[in-house]
């Protein structure tokens, strides 16, 4: 049974940092999957953030997010982690992070991750 376990989350105010952790549970091992973070808003579809490859590590982002976000993983390959920095009031959301095996061409497509953490609140306001 694959476990994703996210911590971190909250409210801060635009212009501030935060940063997201997803672990392994149990005997999962996140460096045999694709990694990636999502996030939905309320009302609207789930969105691609970034994703670390398994083999290589390489790391894609969604523009809307490039040059703000950092996804990373431990040397362990034990936590996946997205550091969040000038955020903005539109990065507001429920954050998700998600393991599969995905092809390059469906990293950024939900429906191709099985496994998924709880999610996590990100609250982005003055």
């Known amino acids: 049974q694959v476990q994703l376990v996210q911590s971190g989350g909250g409210f801060v105010l635009p212009g501030d940092s935060l940063t997201l952790s997803c672990t392994g549970g149990?005997?999962?091992?996140?460096?045999?999957?694709?990694m990636a973070w999502f996030r939905q808003a309320p009302g609207k579809e789930r969105e691609f953030v970034g994703v670390?490859?398994?083999?290589?590590?390489?790391?894609y982002y969604a523009e809307s997010v490039k040059g703000r976000f950092t996804v990373s993983r431990d040397n362990a390959k034990t936590t996946m982690y997205l550091q969040m920095n000038s955020l903005k009031p539109e990065d507001t959301g429920v954050y998700y992070c998600?393991?599969?095996?995905?092809?390059?061409?469906?990293?950024?497509?939900?429906?191709?991750?099985?496994?998924w953490g709880q999610g996590t609140q990100v609250t982005v306001s003055s």
């Open positions: 670390i490859r398994r083999s290589g590590g390489r790391i």
């Open positions: 998600a393991a599969g095996f995905v092809v390059l061409s469906g990293i950024r497509d939900a429906s191709n991750y099985r496994y």
């Open positions: 149990g005997d999962t091992r996140i460096a045999d999957y694709e």
